[in-house]
T-cell receptor
Framework: AQSVTQLGSHVSVSEGALVLLRCNYS??????LFWYVQYPNQGLQLLLK??????LVKGINGFEAEFKKSETSFHLTKPSAHMSDAAEYFC????????????FGTGTSLTVIP | DTAVSQTPKYLVTQMGNDKSIKCEQN?????MYWYKQDSKKFLKIMFS???????INETVPNRFSPKSPDKAHLNLHINSLELGDSAVYFC???????????FGAGTRLSVL
């Protein structure tokens, strides 16, 4: 069985500060891991994905995430927050098979304070 | 061109009505999905079709019936709408072997 836990449903950071959004997963097989972003009134957009290659994954808009198997974590970071980063962020895990199910976390709402 | 498009974007209706939401993808993907996002932003898979065949069917009331006329379309029909059906419904698609899901912009359903 697979699941995702996102710690902190709301995170606030100052503009220019480090962004850290936490994600822990459980999976009985080597996982595929994803971060999606949802801007207000829009669909989900893929930020980055981990598929068993490099453990440090770089995504769009300056975001990156590091897969740590020992900690079963896939935290999302960005060195310097921008106002445009304010959105809902979802971590997801899947088994990696064709057409398989994604399990999403409950989301973290990021607020950027000017 | 929109990759995954859903219509309508907003849907307001009365309890007991029957409504449909349409989804089309022009990415040539093989698998399509329907998700429900509740008021707390929680996303839950409802159905998944691969090449027009149902492969995921989570515990969803049988008032919800997906229909896939071809692999580019996955429509969602809802009978006898209830207040608890109010949510945002997202369609998504993926390509076999790629394991990335691409999402539509969502349909916000409000049942009064």
């Amino acid at each position: 069985a697979q699941s995702v836990t996102q710690l902190g449903s709301h995170v606030s950071v100052s503009e220019g500060a480090l962004v850290l959004l936490r994600c822990n997963y459980s999976s009985s097989v080597p996982p595929y891991l994803f971060w999606y972003v949802q801007y207000p009134n829009q669909g989900l957009q893929l930020l980055l994905k981990y598929t068993s290659a490099a453990t440090l994954v770089k995504g769009i808009n300056g975001f990156e995430a590091e897969f740590k198997k020992s900690e079963t974590s896939f935290h999302l970071t960005k060195p310097s927050a921008h106002m445009s980063d304010a959105a809902e962020y979802f971590c997801a895990v899947s088994e990696g098979n064709t057409g398989n199910q994604f399990y999403f976390g409950t989301g973290t709402s990021l607020t950027v304070i000017p | 061109d929109t990759a995954v498009s859903q219509t309508p974007k907003y849907l307001v209706t009365q309890m007991g009505n029957d409504k449909s939401i349409k989804c089309e993808q022009n990415l040539g993907h093989d698998t399509m999905y329907w998700y429900k996002q509740d008021s707390k932003k929680f996303l839950k898979i409802m159905f998944s079709y691969n090449n027009k065949e149902l492969i995921i069917n989570e515990t969803v009331p049988n008032r919800f019936s997906p229909k896939s006329p071809d692999k580019a379309h996955l429509n969602l029909h809802i009978n006898s709408l209830e207040l608890g059906d109010s949510a945002v419904y997202f369609c998504a698609s993926s390509k076999n072997g790629e394991n990335i899901q691409y999402f539509g912009a969502g349909t916000r359903l409000s049942v009064l």
